[in-house]
């Protein structure tokens, strides 16, 4: 049975800093992180996979930084200079090469002042 354990979110000023951590039970060649906003779709945020490939949506870029430590299982977001529109919930995403997604539980960031 696959996990993914999420953790970091919360309340943040505007232009402050969060960073989310998802731990998984495996390995898994993608993981990453998207994010749902009341009324709005389920978008991708930032991507990672095993052998360094990173993907970012355009408005985080600059922002927000993708991470891994493999030994782990363990996939980071780390998101500085946060704003009002950052506001959704966060989830962790993981999958294999060839297989299906799998998601965490979705993790609370509200920007505000």
């Known amino acids: 049975q696959v996990q993914l354990v999420e953790s970091g979110g919360g309340l943040v000023q505007p232009g402050g800093s969060l960073r989310l951590s998802c731990a998984a039970s495996?390995?898994?060649?993608?993981m990453g992180w998207y994010r749902q906003a009341p009324g709005k779709q389920r978008e991708l945020v930032a991507t990672?996979?095993?052998?360094?490939?990173?993907n970012y949506v355009d408005s985080v870029k600059g922002r927000f930084t993708i991470s891994r430590d493999n030994a782990k299982n363990t996939v980071y977001l780390q998101m500085n200079s946060l704003r009002p529109e950052d506001t959704a919930v966060y989830y962790c995403?993981?999958?294999?090469?060839?297989?299906?997604?799998?998601w965490g539980q979705g993790t609370q960031v509200t920007v505000s002042s």
């Open positions: 995403q993981a999958a294999p090469l060839w297989g299906r997604n799998y």
């Open positions: 495996g390995s898994f060649y993608t």
């Open positions: 990672s996979t095993s052998s360094g490939s990173t």
